[in-house]
């Protein structure tokens, strides 16, 4: 196992240079390697070590956090120690170091933490609404998202070279987890809409300067109209949880659904927007 990481290889684990990640991804990250540092500390621990990750999990699921937060923060920090093992050993060693840390695993979902919510799920009128009150360049990218189902990252990251014209349809190829590519459609009068709005050179959605808009202040944007308007608080993929619940409603085409929304596999799909429930007439 590595060795005990003291200053100043503290702060190589903490933010290793391998990262390539955005500013809100590195700051959560960070936030939870400090604290399995700390934790290392004060339970004489050593920092990298599997027995000591096993604790930290083990200590988080102790103070009743949501499974997948406590998976969320393994998985950051696991993260941290392979990008220090990268600038410590080199990647062909750190990889060969990496696959200790299979054995540390990650918390069980129940079906239940996998489930997005019934109530969490927007309506075409409220979804409206929320575009009838937004700036006009915000109502695209709302526009957009809930039309698409696709990821406030994939929207923004979409270019121009990757957008072919169809007799019935804009065709988009977008790039998602995984570095996965599928095809998603956008009627042309939305498209036209959004090309006459933002007039981009590189990018579908482009700032002034020619550059991608920033994944953060966007979804802070859609986070305070929703509680301003709706009165409750809705995020960017609320928009992609949005269209595949409601596809999957008026279609029941789970596989087509999963497919088009770029899950690894169906099950995926089923877990998280399959909400039917028996009715007590179907009981008894």
Not at 106 to 122: F, G, Q, T, W
Not at 228 to 247: D, E, I, M, P, Q
Request: proline share 2%; hydrophobic share 35%; with cysteine.
């Amino acid at each position: 196992m590595i060795q005990t990481l003291e200053t100043p290889n503290e702060t190589l684990f903490v933010a290793p240079p391998s990262e390539n990640m955005s500013t809100a991804s590195i700051t959560a990250y960070r936030s939870d390697r400090v604290g399995y540092l700390k934790f290392c500390r004060n339970q004489g621990l050593a920092l990298g070590d599997t027995s000591s990750l096993e604790a930290y999990r083990d200590a988080l699921m102790g103070a009743s956090l949501r499974p997948t937060t406590v998976n969320r923060k393994l998985y950051g920090i696991k993260k941290g120690i392979f990008g220090y093992l990268i600038a410590t050993y080199g990647k062909e060693k750190a990889e060969v170091l990496k696959l200790a840390y299979r054995s540390v695993k990650a918390v069980k979902l129940s079906i239940n933490e996998k489930v997005v919510r019934p109530e969490a799920i927007l309506s075409e009128e409220e979804i409206q609404k929320l575009v009838s009150a937004a700036d006009p360049k915000t109502a695209l990218i709302i526009t957009f998202l809930s039309k698409t189902g696709c990821r406030i990252s994939e929207a923004l990251n979409l270019k121009l070279d990757d957008i072919r014209e169809t007799d019935d349809a804009m065709e988009l190829t977008v790039i998602g987890k995984g570095m996965r590519a599928r095809t998603v459609f956008l009627s042309k009068s939305d498209y036209e809409m959004i090309r006459n709005t933002f007039n981009g050179q590189t990018y579908l959605f482009e700032t002034i300067h020619g550059n991608r808009y920033d994944k953060v202040n966007i979804s802070k944007k859609i986070w305070k109209l929703s509680q301003a308007v709706l009165g409750r608080h809705s995020s960017a993929h609320t928009f992609r949880h949005s269209f595949a619940t409601n596809k999957i409603r008026e279609t029941r085409k789970i596989q087509a659904v999963s497919q088009y929304l770029g899950h690894a596999s169906v099950s995926i799909t089923l877990d998280m927007y399959t909400h039917e429930t028996f009715s007590l007439n179907e009981l008894l």
